[in-house]
């Protein structure tokens, strides 16, 4: 039961039609997990505990840095030095003294974050790397409870609900349908070496955020079985169809190949210096798979396919013909290389190493000499 001075404080959440008092004492009864205390981990935690869940549990080992501040809106100049999760909990304690606050401040193995999750009914990814987001998924699945992803990177992030019943009845999908394997060493970039827009973890946080409320309330329709797509830059959004598959098959709507490179596949390159004797002497199809934004700026020319359009629009390339994909600094184009080699089977495709940056930086260096 809510008490009165609970009634008072989510008054105006309860005051929506379809939510009501029995969804909030719902809220009241949850628990949720959050694993990683940074810019993703800060919103989701913060308007969970206002909105009412139950209990939060925070895993972070790490502790605040000045470098921290510009996303991690839980955190303050003075906490500097301190551990993530234990500030956090006194924090979101000051925010709402209606729910609890458990802090775990350790880096989540599979032994360990096995037996923290174990006592809550979802778990909530705000990590920054590819293992964690593994693991998280892996002991959601062994748990048997719903996992709400995110990922963000430079001016782009994603959201999903995985391991969470469909609306047609199907069968959960998890985020090893969307990506089967860890990607290679090197192949993507942290948000440390590739930066971030500040305010795009409070955006993606905040999705985050409202579908662990519909998880937990049933209300609305989470984002099973989708991912969300969000570009900063043009402010907007796509919504791709995930499907449960096989590791043998490929996925039915969304290409993201981040994962699913097979043992001894590489991904074929070709160097800036390559690629200039190959464009004053062979004929090629050139692909820029950035932003409408990123092209605006600054562009190699060729037909314009922004990556998360490329399943729909590649019939607009002629596969017979030898292919260079181009983005910022090489890792969009390994994606569409893996996916227009392996799914689409193009004859010859070519990611441009180090991107369109690495071009206009020996572009300087010339210019010097």
């Keep these: 039961m809510l008490t009165d001075d609970e009634l ?6 309860i005051k929506l039609s379809g ?3 029995e969804c909030q ?16 981990g800060c919103p989701i935690a913060l308007y969970l505990a206002a909105a009412g869940v139950g209990t939060i549990g925070l895993v972070d080992g790490d502790t605040v840095s000045k470098s921290n501040l ?29 729910s609890q606050f458990v802090s775990w401040p350790v880096f989540g193995c599979e032994k360990n974050l096995i037996e923290i999750a174990k006592d809550y009914d979802v778990i909530v990814d705000g990590t920054d790397n590819y293992q964690a987001k593994y693991l998280i998924n892996d002991v959601a699945v062994i748990l048997g409870i719903p996992f709400v992803y995110g990922s963000i990177s430079q001016f782009e992030g994603q959201v999903a609900v995985f391991n969470h019943r469909l609306l047609d009845g199907g069968m959960p999908v998890t985020y090893r349908d969307l990506f089967p394997e860890p990607p290679p060493p090197g192949f993507s970039q942290s948000c440390t070496e590739a930066g971030v827009l500040g305010v795009l973890p409070g955006i993606i946080g905040l999705m985050q955020a409202n579908e662990v409320i519909k998880v937990l309330t049933r209300i609305g329709e989470p984002l099973s079985g989708k991912l969300l797509s969000f570009d900063a830059l043009a402010c907007q959004s796509k919504i791709h169809k995930i499907s449960k598959r096989s590791f043998l098959s490929p996925p039915e709507a969304c290409f993201e190949k981040q994962s699913n490179i097979h043992k001894g596949f590489e991904i074929s390159v070709l160097t800036v210096g390559e690629f200039l ?9 050139l692909i820029d798979v950035r932003s409408k934004i990123e092209r605006e700026a600054d562009s190699l020319g060729g037909i314009h396919i922004p990556l998360l359009e490329l399943p729909d629009r590649v019939s607009e390339l002629r596969p017979e013909l030898r292919t260079v994909v181009y983005c910022d600094s090489g890792g969009r184009s390994a994606k569409a290389q893996i996916y227009l ?3 689409c089977e193009f004859l010859e495709v070519y990611s441009l190493a180090g991107g369109i940056a690495a071009l206009r930086d020996q572009q300087k260096e010339g210019r010097k000499q």
Aim: overall charge positive; glycine content about 10%.
């Design 8 to 13: 008072g404080y989510y008054g105006r959440q």
């Design 277 to 285: 004797n190959m464009k004053s002497s062979i004929d090629f199809q």
């Design 25 to 40: 004492e719902i809220l009241k009864k949850s628990r949720v997990l959050i694993v990683g205390v940074g810019g993703l």
């Design 70 to 98: 510009h996303r991690q809106i839980i955190f303050s100049y003075s906490s500097v030095g301190e551990k993530k999760s234990e500030f956090a909990a006194r924090r979101l304690n000051d925010l709402n003294p209606f």
């Design 341 to 343: 080699s392996e799914e």
């Design 19 to 21: 939510f009501g008092i």
